[in-house]
């Protein structure tokens, strides 16, 4: 994260433009539509300075280091999971999972899947085992 601080102008310009989440004092949410561009144009040649500037962003407000580092991070999502890799999955995958009474035929479901797993563990041990003695023969 940044040691840059943005003031309560700077959060108000950075709100104004289309690419942007949200925006905080201490750090900026991009939108996925926008990292999505930001690497089709980069793999055309273009510098994330340049990008970021045409995508109407003040360089001077957000810093070059901010620019590069986000850059880069989104290269790296992008090479390891492609396009997928670039979404914000915060809002899917916050806080605690949800505790609730399920239902009969949810209970039901995750027992049997649960002795599936079992009845292959156990298979698998079954091979082992009898592996093993063909090997000491």
Not at 79 to 93: A, F, P, V
Request: hydrophobic share 30%.
């Amino acid at each position: 994260m940044s040691k840059k601080l943005f003031t309560e102008k700077e959060i108000e310009l950075l709100a104004k433009n289309p690419y942007v989440k949200s925006v905080s004092p201490k750090g900026i949410t991009y939108s996925d539509e926008f990292k999505e561009h930001f690497i089709t144009q980069y793999e055309q040649g273009k510098f994330p300075r340049e990008i970021f500037e045409n995508c109407g962003f003040d360089t001077e407000v957000l810093g070059i280091r901010r620019i590069e580092s986000s850059g880069k991070r989104w290269r790296e999502a992008y090479r390891k999971h492609g396009i997928l890799g670039l979404r914000d999955t915060r809002s899917g995958n916050s806080g605690r999972p949800r505790e609730r009474e399920l239902s009969t035929e949810e209970k039901y479901a995750r027992l049997e899947a649960e002795n599936n797993l079992l009845k292959a563990e156990n298979e698998l041990l079954k091979k082992i085992r009898f592996a093993e003695r063909g090997m000491k023969k």
